[in-house]
């Protein structure tokens, strides 16, 4: 630890030492079990809800949502397909609305809900902007749900998902909006209110929170119409929608690391801002990096740049890199054809050999300017050495 240039804060993040302290201070103090009746259950119990009011605070809640903690991002964004298809019988075989770019965690989800005899319907998302003729044609009012990211984790284009609320809000009676803002989460400014959702899927890893927790946010109406029904069934936690014993520490670590990020947004964007510019000052302007591509979405949130090599194979540079202590990420490693079905990069506009020589660079706030010239230099020694190779 200290001397890597790590550029793979999509991936995750190390939990900050604020994180840290609290996940080992409320698990030494606070260790009682929440739904014990005695004092201790009681300490647990204030710890837990203390850290669903900050969630709530940081995603601009102020209807009363709930926070339901899970083990991350992917069992949320299961826990809200799943959760609002089986919800009333009369849903199978309606509409599911989502988009083209999605994080395998929803793709998957949908294909088993697919699979059921639900209809899924994509919007493409070419060029990283969801295509406004398709919201306006998929909005039918047979519509039960909308599961759309905020910001996409292969190429950080930002959709525009106040404009499918808007479409379900004047199509779709049924409709509930997800969304998977897991990456967008701290990143770029949003609120429940803009974005019109009834499910927000978070995680706390990618935040500088512990792994293997996170939540979903669900709207007061969802939970008044029993919109939403458990995965896990037992001792009836988490409002009876994630039955286990809750882990109180993670939640309250998890709540720290949110309110540090929440507070320090706008400082966080501007400093993002700044070293994704000069990582595109400094790409654009290496002329031994002239083959190379940056994937621009019209839209996008600053902390995350597609990059295509062409010809070099992204997990070869990925390699290469990682020997010199440079880590990035292979754009299409955990969501590329075939398993997936069509990865996001294929969904913006790649052919496969681009989207087999794409990498994903993703910037944490604490990375430096020095930091992102020196990854630069890594990249154009070893775009010209691997081109020596063949
Ligand atoms: N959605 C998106 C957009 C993601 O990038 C990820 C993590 N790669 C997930 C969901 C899954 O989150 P977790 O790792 O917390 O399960």
């Given at each position: 630890?200290?001397?890597?240039?790590?550029?793979?804060?999509?991936?995750?993040?190390?939990?900050?030492?604020?994180?840290?302290?609290?996940?080992?201070?409320?698990?030494?103090?606070?260790?009682?079990?929440?739904?014990?009746?005695?004092?201790?259950?009681?300490?647990?119990?204030?710890?837990?809800?203390?850290?669903?009011?900050?969630?709530?605070?940081?995603?601009?809640?102020?209807?009363?949502?709930?926070?339901?903690?899970?083990?991350?991002?992917?069992?949320?964004?299961?826990?809200?397909?799943?959760?609002?298809?089986?919800?009333?019988?009369?849903?199978?075989?309606?509409?599911?609305?989502?988009?083209?770019?999605?994080?395998?965690?929803?793709?998957?989800?949908?294909?088993?809900?697919?699979?059921?005899?639900?209809?899924?319907?994509?919007?493409?998302?070419?060029?990283?902007?969801?295509?406004?003729?398709?919201?306006?044609?998929?909005?039918?009012?047979?519509?039960?749900?909308?599961?759309?990211?905020?910001?996409?984790?292969?190429?950080?284009?930002?959709?525009?998902?106040?404009?499918?609320?808007?479409?379900?809000?004047?199509?779709?009676?049924?409709?509930?909006?997800?969304?998977?803002?897991?990456?967008?989460?701290?990143?770029?400014?949003?609120?429940?209110?803009?974005?019109?959702?009834?499910?927000?899927?978070?995680?706390?890893?990618?935040?500088?929170g512990p792994k293997g927790t996170g939540a979903l946010w669900v709207d007061p109406g969802v939970i008044k119409n029993r919109g939403l029904s458990p995965l896990l069934f037992g001792g009836g936690q988490e409002s009876g929608l994630r039955s286990g014993t809750e882990d109180p520490a993670s939640a309250a670590a998890f709540a720290k690391a949110a309110a540090i990020g929440f507070s320090a947004l706008s400082e966080r964007i501007a400093r993002l801002t700044e070293l994704r510019e000069r990582l595109l000052a400094a790409l654009s302007g290496d002329p031994r990096l002239s083959t190379l591509r940056v994937n621009q979405p019209p839209v996008f949130a600053p902390h995350i740049v597609s990059v295509t090599l062409p010809k070099i194979k992204s997990e070869t540079m990925l390699h290469a890199l990682s020997a010199r202590g440079v880590f990035v990420s292979s754009g299409s490693a955990c969501s590329s054809h075939g398993k997936h079905g069509t990865s996001a990069l294929s969904a913006f506009g790649l052919s496969d050999a681009d989207a087999d020589a794409t990498i994903r660079i993703s910037f944490s706030h604490r990375n430096t300017v020095e930091q992102v010239d020196l990854l630069c230099e890594a990249l154009a020694e070893e775009v010209g050495r691997l081109a020596r190779f063949k």
């Open positions: 630890m200290g001397n890597e240039l790590y550029f793979d804060n999509s991936a995750t993040t190390r939990i900050s030492e604020e994180a840290l302290k609290t996940y080992l201070s409320v698990s030494r103090e606070q260790y009682g079990n929440p739904s014990s009746l005695h004092g201790m259950g009681k300490d647990a119990e204030k710890v837990l809800s203390d850290a669903r009011k900050t969630i709530a605070k940081t995603v601009g809640d102020t209807a009363g949502g709930t926070v339901l903690f899970t083990s991350g991002g992917t069992e949320a964004n299961n826990l809200a397909l799943f959760g609002r298809a089986h919800a009333k019988p009369r849903f199978k075989g309606k509409t599911i609305l989502t988009t083209a770019g999605e994080h395998a965690s929803v793709k998957m989800p949908l294909a088993e809900l697919g699979k059921e005899g639900f209809r899924i319907v994509e919007i493409p998302t070419v060029g990283g902007r969801l295509d406004p003729d398709a919201i306006a044609k998929y909005a039918t009012p047979d519509v039960i749900l909308a599961s759309v990211m905020l910001v996409n984790n292969e190429t950080g284009a930002l959709y525009d998902v106040p404009a499918v609320a808007a479409a379900l809000r004047r199509n779709c009676p049924d409709a509930i909006l997800h969304v998977d803002a897991t990456q967008a989460y701290l990143k770029v400014p949003f609120s429940v209110k803009s974005l019109d959702c009834g499910l927000l899927t978070l995680s706390s890893h990618k935040i500088e």
